[in-house]
């Protein structure tokens, strides 16, 4: 399989590249990290409205440009090199992904067109604990009233969920368990009992909320196709965004690798560069292996969503947990590197660690994802 990108995709990337450097420098992440949305929306409208990143994904039927999962890795790995302050990952690799996934026809006209051209944010809510994906730990209800539906619970880990003009909830029917009576329900920003609250998160790049369904009442146009069995439409929607993810981590790996030889270039000890000794060689060498082993994983991975091949699950698993321990791993070596200097505000490596540790445990963590994988084998 020939994992080099087009000249299309890598004009994508370049594109975003130059479009970076000036709107997600250093600086521009720190002033983003310090406001309440956690992201500027002047440079959020120009994503959607200009450059047309929330709508890489939707299909030109609704207003989009209709391309796939290999052109999203192509991005996000970008996005990730530069700690990019946005609700990119949540609209496109949740929203959008969650949308096209099991959305009714009246959802995706209502929804898709906005999202494209940046009108609108719209996220995933599944998890209500720290714990790893899967059906099993979803405990909010939802329950029939009349045409409509009544959601109850609370909601943890919701990327971009205080901004978000719409999330996509996960909730099962009263008395069901596992995989049986999960359903997933379109709920607007607005409705009335959804309350919305911004957690206090080690990554001050990404904001978390906590949301809490008060019997939120719904009409019956907001249940996605998925209905009572939406397990299966669910966990798609989570591979996919694991593939996502995967790819943002390769791209912060990346930089991180950048980093940790720019300053072993530089930084003199003893009379000589400490790039010169051994043991700093040995450090930047296995990182360019872990990434460049996360880089495969990732593009293949991002290979078979686009294909909608049979073995998503088990591309998605071993991107996700790969990327993660190799973005964590990176991240740490390139502060050990710098030093003590590395942890200080000026210095983005403590950004890198910070959102490489945070976005580890999201979508399962390593270990989740590697014993997912040995399910699959029949281990």
Known sequence: MNFAFTEEQEQLRETARSFLAAHASSEAVRRAMQTELGFDPD??????????????????AYGGIGLGWVEVAALLEVTGEFLLCAPLLSTVGLGTNALLAAGTEDQKRDWLPRIADGRAIVTLAFAESARDPGPDPIAATFRRDGEGFVLSGRKRSVVDGAAADAIVVAARAPGSAGADGLGLFLVRG??????????PTLDGTRRIAEIELRDVRLPGGAQLTGGGSGAAALAKVLDRAAIALAAEQVGGAQRCLDLAVEYAKGRVQFGRPIGSFQAIKHKCADAM????????????AACVAAEDAPELAEAASLAKAWCSDAYFRCAA????????????????????????????????SPSWHRERIARHMGL
């Open 333 to 364: 070596d390139c502060l050990q590197i710098h030093g003590g200097v590395g942890f200080t505000w000026e210095y983005d490596v403590h950004l890198h660690l910070k959102r490489a540790k945070a976005s580890q445990s999201f979508l399962g």
């Open 190 to 199: 607005d409705e009335p009992g959804l309350a919305r609250r911004t957690l």
């Open 289 to 300: 292996v872990k990434v460049e082993s996360g880089r495969s994983a990732s593009y293949y």
């Open 43 to 60: 440079a959020w409208k120009r994503i959607g409205s200009e450059l047309g990143w929330t709508a890489i994904l939707v299909p030109e």
